[in-house]
């Protein structure tokens, strides 16, 4: 939950090492280090021979070059590509707005490596600097024992806003840091600000496109320093993007103080493994999460993929922490996370974070997918928590600063998926039943195949429009407008990896689903949903992350009418307003369907309905290069009807038809679809059906009767607009 601290400063080796080297310079009389021309280019070749004067013809060494320069604006620090350097970088000086000083790499091959050798301190330094651009470097710093050790650290105690600090394009790998120290000393990237009166900020802060690898503690890390005492600014513009990151020591992304703070498009993996503290009287901090905000206002977090965070203490994907204001969590998915999707985190008091005593308020959480979350189970590592896991985990009552409902929490149009075995919480106390406070919480799709079930919330809090499918607790909310039926996600649990749909594609819906326009309209939705469709302000949305219709390629106009009495009535439909309805006999409507691919399986839906019972209404398909198929309905309530046909091998369109070929009353049907396959025979491994969760125990399907043979129809004379179906009919499929 982090929230232990200790009350004592810790004695930061950053900060020892240059007041050593201040201590050092004064007493041995070093000289000033020489200021250069702006615009200019310095070369460092760590495998020449001798020691040149930083031109490309004759490059420097060593770092001692780049540490005994200070560089202006437009100035640049070019390492020779396929070289490694030893020992840790301090340039001095600094850019300025639009011409940077630029550290990168000259030359082909391997980025350049920059090795600090197990010394303690960041790789690379800079204290009170700005208008820095860092890219296209490898660096480490491997121990045996830890220290504190960051990748690039750069630190403001000015006193005013600094500005432009941008790290991208960097391998950062084996920084034997503490896994529970402090936070910014212990990074792969540490934007850090001091306490103090005037206060420090930061302006631009730009981390993107890195690979992070086995640093302790973190990754990237933008906060204040922990001498605590004093609160400080909001540093603003901050974006955190596109980086990868795995077997970070404990979390992954952190921004505390911030303001406007962009965290997107990172792929975080394997976290929380190790828990080492630094020696006593330091901090130390055990819990841990993917990506985290504290004490900020108006965070975006979104399109970032969390999983397998082992942390035992915390371990969630994403954490909405102390002090926070307008923090929106969108389009993220999560899995195998041992302790859930997200820790809503309430206040507590700590001399160290005087904002930690602070409520969180308008949180919006939304179109976010978590699988199997609560659980490392298939992970290569896992932990062992020391709490009841949740997917949605609150150690304490729902925070929110003013209490009032308009800032309240706002969950909705996620996607929460639980497979059979878990018994992990959708909302948790950590042994509460439990909590006070309310939120918001509708469109929701909870696929719950584990044994978990809810925590009780205050009287005001708002259920709504949620999928509630799978096992139902009887902690359960109450939801008046609730749907319990199969959802009909594509593939969930990723059970089919030869599917397209793995991932966040798995709960995608079929055309079918009973979530597709059955949700409350929210206002203020953001517009899209997890896959970047459109979600209207005023028209229901789907339940659940996403908002399209199931991949159908149907539309619904034009259809052509054949035989007397078929139409297009705003009468008998099963969804929407409108239907397809043919005569008595001899009548239909059909489709030309285009932009099909050639050899490729299709799976054609449709629901149909009969005025009189036992008359039989065909939906089906011919016209694609293969034989002509359909599936009769003889019921009076709509029932689906469900046909495969893979197109030949030139053939780009098909036709698709609802036909009657007798009878004394018309039919009716709707909710056609057609939708691309992308692995045919996984149709058939659901052969119980829409099962529960006592799937493992269903006996296969099988009719129970075998199915009567195929009777000939009477003749009906051809329609004048298009063909009918053959002249065969065949009974509806057996009930099981």
Same mark, same amino acid.
């Given at each position: 939950?982090?929230?232990?601290?200790?009350?004592?400063?810790?004695?930061?080796?950053?900060?020892?090492?240059?007041?050593?080297?201040?201590?050092?310079?004064?007493?041995?009389?070093?000289?000033?280090?020489?200021?250069?021309?702006?615009?200019?280019? /310095?070369?460092?070749?760590?495998?020449?021979? *001798?020691?040149?004067?930083?031109?490309?013809?004759?490059?420097?060494?060593?770092?001692? $070059?780049?540490?005994?320069?200070?560089?202006?604006?437009?100035?640049?620090?070019?390492?020779?590509?396929?070289?490694?350097?030893?020992?840790?970088?301090?340039?001095?000086?600094?850019?300025?707005?639009?011409?940077?000083?630029?550290?990168?790499?000259?030359?082909?091959?391997?980025?350049?490596?920059?090795?600090?050798?197990?010394?303690?301190?960041?790789?690379?330094?800079?204290?009170?600097?700005?208008?820095?651009?860092?890219?296209?470097?490898?660096?480490?710093?491997?121990?045996?024992?830890?220290?504190?050790?960051?990748?690039?650290?750069?630190?403001?105690?000015?006193?005013?806003?600094?500005?432009?600090?941008?790290?991208?394009?960097?391998?950062?790998?084996?920084?034997?840091?503490?896994?529970?120290?402090?936070? !910014?000393?212990?990074?792969?990237? &540490?934007?850090?600000?001091?306490?103090?009166?005037?206060?420090?900020?930061?302006?631009?802060?730009?981390?993107?496109?890195?690979?992070?690898?086995? =640093?302790?503690?973190?990754?990237?890390?933008?906060?204040?320093?922990?001498?605590?005492?004093?609160?400080?600014?909001?540093?603003?513009?901050? !974006?955190?993007?596109?980086?990868?990151?795995?077997?970070?020591?404990?979390?992954?992304?952190?921004? !505390?103080?911030?303001?406007?703070?962009?965290?997107?498009?990172?792929?975080?993996? /394997?976290?929380?493994?190790?828990?080492?503290?630094?020696?006593?009287?330091?901090?130390?901090?055990?819990?841990?999460?993917?990506?985290?905000?504290?004490?900020?206002?108006?965070?975006?977090?979104?399109?970032?993929? =969390?999983?397998? /965070?082992?942390?035992?203490?915390?371990?969630?994907?994403?954490?909405?922490?102390?002090?926070?204001?307008?923090?929106?969590?969108?389009?993220?998915?999560?899995?195998?996370?041992?302790?859930?999707?997200?820790?809503?985190?309430?206040?507590?008091?700590?001399?160290?974070?005087?904002?930690?005593?602070?409520?969180?308020? &308008?949180? !919006?959480?939304?179109?976010?997918?978590?699988?199997?979350?609560?659980?490392?189970?298939?992970?290569?590592?896992?932990?062992?928590?020391?709490?009841?896991?949740?997917?949605?985990?609150?150690?304490?009552?729902?925070?929110?600063?003013?209490?009032?409902? $308009?800032?309240?929490?706002?969950?909705?149009?996620?996607?929460?998926?639980?497979?059979?075995?878990?018994?992990?919480?959708?909302?948790?106390?950590?042994?509460?039943?439990?909590?006070? &406070?309310?939120?918001?919480?509708?469109?929701?799709?909870?696929?719950?195949?584990?044994?978990?079930?809810?925590?009780?919330?205050?009287? &005001?809090?708002?259920?709504?429009?949620?999928?509630?499918?799978?096992?139902?607790?009887?902690?359960?909310?109450?939801?008046?407008?609730?749907?319990?039926?199969?959802?009909?996600?594509?593939?969930?649990?990723?059970?089919?990896?030869?599917?397209?749909?793995?991932?966040?594609?798995?709960?995608?819906?079929?055309?079918?689903?009973?979530?597709?326009?059955?949700?409350?309209?929210?206002?203020?939705?953001?517009?899209?949903?997890?896959?970047?469709?459109?979600?209207?302000?005023?028209?229901?949305?789907?339940?659940?992350?996403?908002?399209? *219709?199931?991949?159908?390629?149907?539309?619904?106009?034009?259809?052509?009418?054949?035989?007397?009495?078929?139409? =297009?009535?705003?009468?008998?439909?099963?969804? $929407?307003?409108?239907?397809?309805?043919?005569?008595?006999?001899?009548?239909?409507?059909?489709?030309?369907?285009?932009?099909?691919?050639?050899?490729?399986?299709?799976?054609?839906?449709?629901?149909?309905?009969?005025?009189?019972?036992?008359?039989?209404?065909?939906?089906?398909?011919?016209?694609?290069? $293969?034989?002509?198929?359909?599936?009769?309905?003889?019921?009076?309530?709509?029932?689906?009807?469900?046909?495969?046909?893979?197109?030949?091998?030139?053939?780009?369109?098909?036709?698709?038809?609802?036909?009657?070929?007798?009878?004394?009353?018309?039919?009716?049907?709707?909710?056609?679809?057609?939708?691309?396959?992308?692995?045919?025979?996984?149709?058939?491994?659901?052969?119980?059906?829409?099962?529960?969760?006592?799937?493992?125990?269903?006996?296969?399907?099988?009719?129970?009767?075998?199915?009567?043979?195929?009777?000939?129809?009477?003749?009906?004379?051809?329609?004048?607009?298009?063909?009918?179906?053959?002249?065969?009919?065949?009974?509806?499929?057996?009930?099981?």
């Amino acid at each position: 939950m982090k929230r232990r601290r200790a009350n004592r400063p810790i004695r930061r080796a950053s900060r020892v090492l240059t007041l050593l080297a201040t201590l050092a310079g004064s007493a041995l009389l070093l000289p000033a280090p020489a200021a250069m021309a702006a615009g200019t280019n /310095h070369y460092v070749d760590c495998s020449a021979a *001798t020691n040149g004067n930083g031109t490309q013809a004759s490059p420097w060494n060593s770092v001692t $070059g780049v540490n005994n320069t200070t560089f202006g604006a437009g100035d640049s620090i070019l390492f020779a590509a396929g070289t490694t350097c030893s020992g840790q970088l301090t340039p001095q000086g600094s850019g300025a707005s639009g011409s940077p000083v630029t550290m990168g790499a000259y030359g082909t091959g391997a980025k350049p490596v920059i090795n600090a050798g197990g010394a303690a301190g960041p790789v690379i330094h800079l204290v009170n600097q700005q208008y820095w651009e860092i890219g296209g470097l490898e660096i480490t710093n491997s121990a045996a024992s830890p220290d504190y050790r960051s990748g690039v650290l750069a630190e403001n105690n000015s006193g005013g806003i600094l500005h432009h600090i941008r790290v991208h394009d960097m391998f950062i790998h084996n920084i034997s840091g503490w896994p529970a120290g402090e936070y !910014v000393t212990n990074a792969g990237v &540490g934007i850090q600000t001091g306490h103090g009166t005037p206060v420090s900020t930061w302006d631009d802060i730009v981390v993107e496109n890195n690979t992070f690898d086995h =640093v302790d503690r973190i990754a990237v890390a933008v906060a204040p320093d922990p001498s605590g005492g004093q609160d400080i600014g909001l540093t603003t513009n901050t !974006v955190i993007r596109g980086n990868t990151m795995t077997y970070d020591g404990a979390d992954d992304i952190l921004v !505390v103080k911030g303001d406007g703070a962009l965290i997107e498009n990172n792929k975080a993996g /394997h976290g929380g493994l190790k828990s080492t503290c630094p020696p006593s009287g330091q901090v130390c901090n055990r819990a841990s999460a993917g990506i985290w905000v504290a004490g900020s206002q108006n965070s975006l977090i979104q399109h970032n993929e =969390v999983y397998c /965070h082992a942390n035992f203490q915390d371990g969630t994907a994403f954490d909405v922490d102390w002090g926070n204001h307008n923090t929106t969590f969108q389009y993220n998915y999560s899995h195998q996370n041992l302790g859930g999707f997200l820790l809503v985190m309430p206040p507590f008091s700590s001399a160290n974070d005087p904002a930690s005593a602070v409520p969180s308020d &308008g949180t !919006v959480v939304r179109y976010n997918i978590s699988e199997n979350d609560g659980s490392n189970a298939g992970c290569p590592e896992s932990g062992t928590s020391n709490h009841a896991d949740a997917v949605i985990d609150m150690p304490g009552n729902i925070p929110n600063k003013s209490g009032s409902s $308009g800032m309240a929490p706002l969950f909705y149009n996620n996607t929460f998926y639980i497979k059979n075995g878990l018994s992990t919480q959708i909302t948790g106390g950590r042994g509460r039943t439990s909590v006070s &406070g309310i939120w918001s919480f509708k469109n929701n799709a909870i696929f719950n195949y584990g044994s978990g079930g809810y925590l009780g919330t205050g009287a &005001g809090s708002v259920y709504s429009n949620n999928l509630f499918y799978g096992r139902h607790p009887s902690s359960e909310p109450a939801d008046a407008a609730k749907v319990v039926t199969d959802p009909e996600f594509r593939n969930p649990g990723n059970a089919d990896t030869n599917s397209a749909y793995t991932g966040a594609n798995a709960y995608q819906v079929h055309p079918s689903s009973p979530v597709i326009r059955a949700g409350a309209v929210i206002s203020n939705n953001g517009g899209q949903d997890a896959f970047g469709n459109a979600v209207s302000a005023t028209a229901a949305p789907n339940i659940g992350a996403y908002n399209g *219709t199931g991949g159908n390629l149907v539309s619904n106009s034009p259809w052509t009418l054949s035989g007397s009495g078929s139409s =297009v009535v705003t009468s008998n439909a099963r969804t $929407g307003t409108h239907s397809l309805q043919t005569g008595a006999s001899g009548s239909g409507v059909e489709q030309a369907l285009s932009g099909l691919s050639p050899n490729t399986t299709y799976l054609l839906t449709g629901w149909a309905r009969v005025a009189n019972a036992g008359e039989t209404l065909a939906i089906g398909v011919k016209n694609y290069g $293969g034989t002509e198929t359909f599936a009769n309905v003889a019921t009076t309530s709509y029932s689906e009807a469900a046909v495969l046909f893979t197109t030949g091998s030139t053939n780009t369109t098909a036709t698709l038809y609802c036909w009657k070929n007798g009878g004394t009353a018309a039919g009716n049907c709707d909710d056609i679809a057609v939708e691309r396959v992308s692995t045919p025979a996984n149709l058939l491994t659901n052969a119980g059906l829409a099962r529960g969760p006592s799937a493992a125990a269903d006996p296969p399907w099988s009719p129970r009767t075998p199915a009567p043979a195929l009777t000939p129809c009477r003749p009906e004379p051809p329609a004048a607009a298009w063909t009918r179906p053959p002249a065969v009919c065949r009974p509806a499929p057996p009930t099981c």
